[in-house]
């Protein structure tokens, strides 16, 4: 009869944290299993060395790589990979034998732990049993005495050897997170922080419940006293007492600034990493009701909602917030500098007074583009976008730019087609187009896409219906080269060809 395989979590370094059903299978066990480098020395086994009797066999699991460089075929992937091989059929043969393993694992075996390789190798042939362990992750928060998340907080756990353009965008866009495997990664994760705008939060633990354990504020930690057995930790905001120190404590003196911030058409998918890392850093939201209703609520942030028609006030609101030392995002959907508050800030911002404040402008993805992926690449030339919107400039102006446009066998993207006050644009528009363009031109019509009502159609221009476009739709007018067609499927699609006709 074959034995049966342990994979034991040990916690994080102090014995005392074993769980009792740890330290049971450890004593009962014919065979002992622990990784090491090819010092000997491990750790694992020197935290269930009190309870380890000499009545075990042991099995020293010794890396033939760690971080050094290997002449195997494979390099270190593949050095590891016959490595993890040769250690399960090790394991295997007192299993055949019809001996216990227990492998021992730091932390818990199934988060980031070597024990998850034999796991694959060997629990589908032999009874095994997973006794969890105390995780990095918890040992972390506990050594800081800060909560990690609360109420609808998202954690994120991530490996400091991730590139460090992934770091920061997934640190970008986490309310708290715990960053393991520092070591040699350290000046990586600590850029990416920086990149994020994370680093004034961000605490430093090593060695987390062994006597060694340190924490600082990581900002304050040099790279070369970091081991690998470390991590970085953005604990919850929410959960904070107020008691509790800041990893910078200089973060209230920042000065003050402006950030607009594009939302993109619709959603949180429509966000970029870089957007969401400034509405996190906030200390005031400003924008428009509809759209800052988009943006999820955060602990000890103010919100400002307007109007939509009052851009010059909302952009001197938030310039006079700043300069006050807030750290404000104006917030626009779609893109901020596509017919939207980028303007309306920078225009008040060169003012005399203001000038002296920073302002930074985001982008995001814009209607016209969200709207021409849906329907395939009718953008995929060539092409002008217009406001039909006659609020800020003469309807004969518009006109004008359209009539030059389509001379100019331009693709068109329409914005601000219709409102219930502004009926009559779409269907002059149509008509002026109608007598410089076929009437079969594929018109893209597309309704609040990425929202949860979005329709897109395709229609000929001679059939676009006035009555069914409003504020919340996005036209595209294709060229004289702009091509439809019906896919296998039933879809259609539409795309303008990159080469234009001699």
Known sequence: MAGRLFGVGLGTGDPKLLTVR??????????????????????????????????????????????????????????????????????AAHLDAGRSVAVLSEGDPFVYSSYQHLHRRLAGRYETEVVPGVSAVSAGASALGRPLAEADEVLTVLPGTLPEEELAARLATTDAAVVLKLGRTFPAVHAALERAGRLDDAWYVERATMAQQRTAPLSAVAAESVPYFSMAVLPSEVGAPAWAPRADESASARSGEVVVVGLGPAGPMWTTPEARA????????????????????????????????????????????????????????????????????????????????????????????????????????????????????????????????????????????????????????????????????????ARDVGGPSEVVRVVALVDLDPGAVDMRTLLIVGSSQTRRAERADGTTVVWTPRRYPD
């Open 278 to 445: 400034a509405l996190r850093a906030a200390d005031d939201l400003v924008g428009y009701t509809t759209y800052l209703r988009r943006v999820p609520e955060r602990s000890g942030q103010t919100r400002h909602l307007s109007d939509n028609r009052v851009e010059s006030e909302r952009a001197e609101l938030a310039l006079d917030l700043a300069r006050r030392g807030r750290r404000v995002a104006v917030v626009s959907s779609g893109d901020p500098g596509v017919f939207a508050m980028a303007t309306a800030v920078l225009e008040v911002a060169c003012e005399t007074r203001y000038r002296g404040i920073p302002v930074r402008v985001l982008p995001g993805m814009t209607a016209a583009h969200a709207a021409a992926a849906r329907a395939g690449a009718p953008l995929g030339h060539d092409y002008a976008t217009i406001s039909l919107s006659d609020r800020l400039k003469p309807w004969e102006v518009i006109a004008r730019r359209l009539e030059a446009a389509a001379r100019a066998d331009l693709v068109l993207a329409i914005y601000n087609p219709a409102s219930s006050e502004r009926r009559h644009q779409v269907e002059a528009m149509r008509d002026l187009l109608l007598g410089l363009r076929r009437p079969d031109t594929p018109v893209v019509v």
């Open 22 to 91: 740890a330290v049971e299978v450890i004593r009962s066990v014919d065979v002992v299993a622990y990784h090491s480098a090819r010092h000997g020395r491990s750790i694992a086994r020197s935290i269930a060395a009190a309870y380890l009797d000499g009545s075990a066999v042991e099995e020293a699991l010794v890396y033939p790589v760690t971080t050094e460089a290997t002449e195997h075929p494979g390099g270190y992937r593949g050095a590891l990979a016959d490595f993890y091989e040769e250690a399960a059929a090790r394991l």
